[in-house]
């Protein structure tokens, strides 16, 4: 039987993201920070795996961000997204984090977005 190459696809980044999870994890004193792109849109997320918590979250979808933005999904979007999460961070006094780039390269986008929140003092 012949799968197509997008059931191949999925499957592939099914086992890379268990191979994350199984090895990542966040704890009270460092949480893990991950990112999710979609199509329109920038997700992030940081996740005390140890009480299995989310602490903070943050997107381009939300309306202040989404006001700064001309697009919610290229390079300017994941640089404020990026500046956006390390504030939250900072008020909630976290200072280091587990950087969780789920199944993407570390580049454009994510290299962006990681770039911007150690600009503003997050530790990774």
Same mark, same amino acid.
Not at 62 to 67: C, M, Q, V, W
Not at 72 to 81: R, Y
Not at 96 to 105: E, K, L, S
């Given at each position: 039987m012949i799968t197509a190459k997008y059931i191949i696809k999925k499957i592939?980044?099914?086992r890379v993201r268990r191979t994350i999870k199984a090895t990542l994890r966040g704890t009270p004193e460092r949480p893990r920070l991950i990112m999710v792109k979609s199509n329109k849109y920038l997700y992030t997320q940081v996740i005390d795996d140890a009480s299995h918590q989310v602490l903070l979250c943050a997107s381009t979808l939300? %309306? *202040?961000?989404?006001?700064k933005l001309k697009s919610?999904?290229?390079?300017?979007? !994941?640089?404020?997204?990026g500046e956006t999460i390390a504030?939250?961070? %900072? *008020?909630k006094k976290i200072e280091?984090?587990?950087?969780?780039?789920?199944?993407? !390269?570390y580049a454009g986008r994510v290299k962006i977005f990681s770039d911007?929140?150690?600009e503003?003092?997050?530790?990774?």
């Open positions: 592939k980044s099914q939300e %309306k *202040e961000l989404k006001a919610a999904k290229n390079k300017d979007a !994941a640089k404020l997204l504030e939250r961070l %900072k *008020e280091t984090v587990v950087f969780d780039r789920n199944v993407y !390269a911007a929140a150690r503003k003092g997050i530790r990774f």
